[in-house]
């Protein structure tokens, strides 16, 4: 399955269903669009000597506290290891979010422009998976999911590793149908 590293606390936020934005300066491949990536926490978490200096305050202010206390504390949040999954929905230049970076429209759209990444339907693992990241996309080869139909490799407790959606069951680690 595709993983892509990001650093934290960028990406508990968005494992955690806080964040519904990822901003690069490169557009998201459209084979990536509609599908669902591993959620790598990178080994270095971003410099944060102030929140302020991080975030804006309408971004701050709409963190739960919880957050905000383990961002401050750096308490809890896990580096190098792949902490969840997300989908990602669709691809925009200045999308609606409070967490998309804005392109500045008065020097062009195609000079230097943020993509917002727009994710949807985040999981958080139960445990996280040690593991080193790469840049870009890259290939986690313990997670296989084809034909929405769970196909994890990973040596992990049931009762852990499924969540039941009524009539079906699916594996919170590659987001597919779970079958033994």
């Not at 040596?155 to 590659?174: A, I, L, P």
Request: glycine share 6%.
């Amino acid at each position: 399955m595709k993983a892509i590293t990001i650093k934290q606390p960028w990406a508990s936020l968005i494992v955690h269903g806080i964040k519904d934005i990822e901003n690069r300066s490169w557009a998201c491949p459209e084979k990536y669009i509609g599908h669902r990536v591993l959620i790598h926490a990178s080994g270095k978490p971003v410099e944060m000597r102030n929140p302020n200096s991080v975030f804006t305050k309408t971004q701050w202010d709409s963190l739960p506290v919880e957050f905000q206390r383990k961002i401050i504390c750096v308490e809890g949040i896990v580096n190098s290891a792949i902490i969840g999954s997300v989908e990602i929905i669709g691809c925009s230049i200045n999308h609606p979010s409070k967490w998309a970076e804005k392109t500045d429209a008065s020097k062009g759209y195609y000079e230097n422009p943020i993509y917002n990444w727009v994710l949807a339907n985040p999981i958080l693992f139960p445990e996280p998976i040690p593991a080193k990241g790469k840049l870009s996309f890259w290939e986690y080869p313990n997670i296989n999911s084809e034909d929405d139909i769970c196909l994890c490799n990973l040596v992990v407790n049931e009762r852990n590793q499924v969540v039941s959606y009524g009539e079906y069951d699916r594996c919170v680690y590659c987001g597919s149908k779970w079958s033994k």
